[in-house]
T-cell receptor, first 113, second 112 residues
Framework: EPEVTQTPSHQVTQMGQEVILRCVPI?????FYWYRQILGQKVEFLVS????????KSEIFDDQFSVERPDGSNFTLKIRSTKLEDSAMYFC???????????FGPGTRLTVT | GDSVTQMEGPVTLSEEAFLTINCTYT??????LFWYVQYPGEGLQLLLK?????DKGSNKGFEATYRKETTSFHLEKGSVQVSDSAVYFC???????????FGAGTRLAVHP
């Protein structure tokens, strides 16, 4: 069964450093998403992406965040200068069409020290 | 804005007990509704969905019915198993079809 994959599973970085989280969505899916879950809190939407453009972004997704689909398979989330409060589990998801069910990857745990 | 309210956990049950996890939402229009499950140490898995009023989603013995009049999507299972122990998230799709709005999650612990 096709699945969304994410790398790395755990990333530790120092405050102020740049990180790139990687995702490989399901191959025939066209819509991509990033969510995050701070420990013990809700899963929060960050951004949705379609046709090489951001469709929607939340207030969390400020200028420090960016997304890219650098090739036909990868979808990345970059945080330019990490802060302690960026520590969270980051989930990538994809769907075939808007309104369809979204399939999630296993997540990347980001720890900012 | 769109929001979701789930019953607080943890919910602790004995094996074979009946499960209900309540979920109500506020949203623009009539969004598709989803339940996701997160097993310990794993990501979010789609459990079931309903796309219009009175639809019943079902999977692995779990069911939920889209109730437009009460804006609810309660999750039920007739007989839980230890392997059902997980965190369950109710999530309507926002009016723009771009994002899921997650509830706080309800932790279920099933004991033998």
């Amino acid at each position: 069964e096709p699945e969304v994959t994410q790398t790395p599973s755990h990333q530790v970085t120092q405050m102020g450093q740049e990180v790139i989280l990687r995702c490989v969505p399901i191959s025939n899916h066209l819509y991509f998403y990033w969510y995050r879950q701070i420990l013990g809190q809700k899963v929060e939407f960050l951004v949705s992406f379609y046709n090489n453009e951001i469709s929607e972004k939340s207030e969390i997704f400020d200028d420090q965040f960016s997304v890219e689909r650098p090739d036909g398979s990868n979808f990345t989330l970059k945080i330019r200068s990490t802060k302690l409060e960026d520590s969270a589990m980051y989930f990538c998801a994809s769907s075939e069409a808007p309104g369809d069910e979204q399939y999630f990857g296993p997540g990347t745990r980001l720890t900012v020290t | 804005g769109d929001s979701v309210t789930q019953m607080e956990g943890p919910v602790t049950l004995s094996e074979e007990a009946f499960l209900t996890i309540n979920c109500t939402y506020t949203a623009t229009g009539y969004p598709s509704l989803f339940w996701y499950v997160q097993y310990p140490g794993e990501g979010l898995q789609l459990l079931l969905k309903a796309t219009k009023a009175d639809d019943k989603g079902s999977n692995k013995g779990f069911e939920a019915t889209y109730r437009k009049e009460t804006t609810s999507f309660h999750l039920e299972k007739g007989s839980v198993q230890v392997s059902d122990s997980a965190v369950y998230f109710c999530a309507p799709l926002s009016g723009g079809y771009n994002k899921l709005i997650f509830g706080a999650g309800t932790r279920l612990a099933v004991h033998p």
